[in-house]
């Protein structure tokens, strides 16, 4: 579940960041390695803030070292709260614009990408949490 305003007694287990990578009305997925926690489910370019690092920065490096491609006009959208099964986070939203450069993969990570328009994105086997974020970017 994801809330707009802090919940009462959140308490953050970490910090996200998600970068919503557009092109023609298309998203960047990332499909989760089979031996990930989550193998086979579809997600943005993310990942967890390191100590002493901005969300900025955080997705920065995420996106580097999940696309291999260097985006430095990424836009914040929105901070959000995230409570999951017990594990409760901040999650940072960005978006950027991509050309559908290729895309390196790291296999321990994913397994494959598509684009995808953000409407039929909700018909996939989405991270947690990943359906709602569609549903408040793109107000559908």
Not at 43 to 61: H, V
Not at 97 to 115: A, G, S, V
Request: hydrophobic content about 35%.
């Amino acid at each position: 579940m994801i809330f707009i305003s802090k919940p009462e007694k959140f308490e953050p287990d970490f910090e996200a960041t998600g970068c919503f990578c557009e092109n023609n009305g298309k998203i960047l997925l990332l499909q989760r390695a089979s031996r990930d926690k989550f193998g086979g489910f579809w997600g943005l370019p993310s990942g967890k803030i390191e100590k002493n690092e901005t969300p900025y920065q955080a997705m920065l490096r995420e996106l580097k070292e999940e696309t291999g491609v260097q985006k430095p006009d990424i836009e914040f959208f929105k901070k959000i709260y995230v409570q999951y099964n017990g594990t409760q986070f901040t999650y940072y939203i960005f978006s950027t614009k991509f050309e559908k450069e290729k895309i390196k993969l790291i296999e321990q990570e994913h397994q494959d990408y598509c684009w995808i328009s953000p409407k039929n994105a909700l018909n996939l086997k989405l991270i947690h949490h990943l359906d709602d974020c569609i549903r408040l970017f793109y107000q559908i």
